[in-house]
T-cell receptor
């Protein structure tokens, strides 16, 4: 069936470096994607979204890239900070992937 | 403005017991959702209500029932709890369930079935 999945369950990044979190989707008809951030003990929170008529969207320190040809999207976080430690989910838009845990190394 | 409020936050049940998780939102949203989150499984959609008066099955509806009591409230009921239903449950809402609408989540309800 259709699914939204992530490539890596855990990602460790040095503080100050850029982070890239990937997500693959299988439904070629999907036209809207959202990235969420979930901190420990809390519910997921919206980070950024992108529609299928776009290839790139930028927010504050975050960028989402969408490659419809290979059905892949990524979340880039610039200058990663300790507060970025969390689990990140892509969603399509109400079906969620399994998540990637981002660890920030001092 | 509380957003999405769900109760209880923690609950321990014995196998076979029933319980209802309550959820309310104060954002005048049309759509509401119940998810469960297990380690390594991400968030899985149990049921959703696209609008008041409607409910639909999500990815993992077996063992659950829901009631959209009014526009504000959407409850999740476990009729006969099983250990496999030990999980963290999240209620959520959005203006609409279609594309372009951000989902807002509650803080979660930790349920243990022994």
């Amino acid at each position: 069936g259709e699914s939204v999945g992530l490539h890596l369950p855990t990602l460790s990044v040095q503080e100050g470096d850029n982070s890239i979190i990937n997500c693959a989707y299988s439904n070629s008809a999907s036209d809207y994607f959202i990235w969420y951030k979930q901190e420990s003990g809390k519910g997921p929170q919206f980070i950024i979204d992108i529609r299928s008529n776009m290839d790139k969207r930028q927010g504050q320190r975050v960028t989402v890239l969408l490659n419809k040809t290979v059905k892949h999207l990524s979340l880039q976080i610039a200058a990663t900070q300790p507060g970025d430690s969390a689990v990140y989910f892509c969603a399509e838009p109400i079906i969620f992937g399994k998540g990637t845990r981002l660890h920030i190394l001092p | 403005n509380a957003g999405v409020t769900q109760t209880p936050k923690f609950q321990v049940l014995k196998t076979g017991q029933s319980m209802t998780l309550q959820c309310a939102q104060d954002m005048n949203h049309n759509s509401m959702y119940w998810y469960r989150q297990d380690p390594g499984m991400g968030l899985r959609l149990i049921y959703y209500s696209a609008s008041e008066g409607t409910t639909d099955k999500g990815e993992v509806p077996n063992g659950y029932n829901v009631s959209r009591l009014n526009k504000r409230e959407f409850s999740l009921r476990l009729e006969s709890a099983a250990p496999s239903q030990t999980s963290v449950y999240f209620c959520a809402s959005s203006e609409s369930w279609t594309a372009g609408n951000t989902i807002y989540f509650g803080e979660g309800s930790w349920l243990t079935v022994v």
